[in-house]
C-alpha cells in the first residue's frame, strides 16, 4: 500500500482553523485519501474522503494538490472535542480493498 | 449511521485464562469485520480479517492459534484470546466495512475493549 507522512504532532486554539498536512507521494491514480480520526480511548470514526476534487462534509473539509501528491484536511473551527489522532490513509483497489492500513497519524491538541 | 458494538467494554483476567470479546454490527450486516490491537501510544495494527461463513485471515506475524476468531453470523464476529499473558493486554478495536463494496465505504469501528491480563 501506498505510505503516507503526518507530522506527528499539531497544536491548534479553541475556535481556529486547523490544517492538517498528509503526503502521500507515491499514490496511485485510483487511491482514495480518507481520514479518520481517533478520540481518547475510544474506536477511530470516519472523517472525509477524496480521490480529485476538494470535499466539504459538516465535519470537515479534505484539499487535495492538484498532483496528488498530498493532502490537507481543514477543521474550520476547533473545539476542544476535536482533540484526537487524525489519520491520513489510501485505500487501493484490488485484493483486500476493505482493509485500512494506519500510520502514526497526527495528534491534535485544542487549547482552551 | 451504522453502528458496531463491542462487549464488553473493558476486562481484567488472570494470566493463562481465555477472554472472548464480541463485535456486533447493530444495525447492518458484516460479511467481513476486521480486528485490531493498540498498544499505548501507538497506532493501531491489524490482526486479522474475519469472514463469515469462513476462516480468518491472519496477518502476518499473528498467531492464529492464539488469537481465534469466529464470524458465525453476518452480525457478529468473536476474538478469543487463548491463554492470555500480560504482553497481551492491550486495546482491541473490531471495525466492519458500509456494504456497497467500493473504496469509498466507510469503515465503522467499535468503541474498543481494553484487555489487561494480571
Known amino acids: 500500500d501506498a505510505k503516507t507522512t503526518q507530522p506527528n504532532s499539531m497544536e491548534s486554539n479553541e475556535e481556529e482553523p486547523v490544517h492538517l498536512p498528509c503526503n502521500h507521494s507515491?499514490?496511485?491514480?485510483?487511491?482514495?485519501i480518507h481520514w479518520y480520526r481517533q478520540l481518547p480511548s475510544q474506536g477511530p470514526e470516519y472523517v472525509i474522503h477524496?480521490?480529485?476534487s476538494n470535499v466539504n462534509n459538516r465535519m470537515a473539509s479534505l484539499a487535495i494538490a492538484e498532483d496528488r501528491k498530498s493532502s490537507t484536511l481543514i477543521l474550520h473551527r476547533a473545539t476542544l472535542r476535536d482533540a484526537a489522532v487524525y489519520y491520513c490513509?489510501?485505500?487501493?483497489?484490488?485484493?483486500?480493498?476493505?482493509?485500512?492500513?494506519f500510520g502514526k497519524g497526527t495528534l491534535l491538541t485544542v487549547n482552551p | 449511521g451504522a453502528v458496531v458494538s463491542q462487549h464488553p467494554s473493558w476486562v481484567i483476567c488472570k494470566s493463562g485464562t481465555s477472554v472472548k470479546i464480541e463485535c456486533r454490527s447493530l444495525?447492518?450486516?458484516?460479511?467481513?469485520m476486521f480486528w485490531y490491537r493498540q498498544f499505548p501510544k501507538q497506532s493501531l495494527m491489524l490482526m486479522a480479517t474475519?469472514?463469515?461463513?469462513?476462516?480468518?485471515?491472519?496477518e502476518q506475524g499473528v498467531e492464529k492459534d492464539k488469537f481465534l476468531i469466529n464470524h458465525a453470523s453476518l452480525t457478529l464476529s468473536t476474538l478469543t484470546v487463548t491463554s492470555a499473558h500480560p504482553e497481551d493486554s492491550s486495546f482491541y478495536i473490531c471495525?466492519?466495512?458500509?456494504?456497497?463494496?467500493?473504496?469509498?465505504?466507510?469503515?465503522?469501528f467499535g468503541p474498543g475493549t481494553r484487555l489487561t491480563v494480571l
Open positions: 471495525s466492519a466495512p458500509g456494504t456497497s463494496g467500493s473504496l469509498t465505504d466507510t469503515q465503522y
Open positions: 507515491t499514490i496511485s491514480g485510483t487511491d482514495y
Open positions: 477524496g480521490l480529485t
Open positions: 490513509i489510501l485505500r487501493r483497489s484490488g485484493g483486500s480493498n476493505y482493509k485500512l492500513t
Open positions: 444495525d447492518f450486516q458484516a460479511t467481513t
Open positions: 474475519s469472514n463469515e461463513g469462513s476462516k480468518a485471515t491472519y
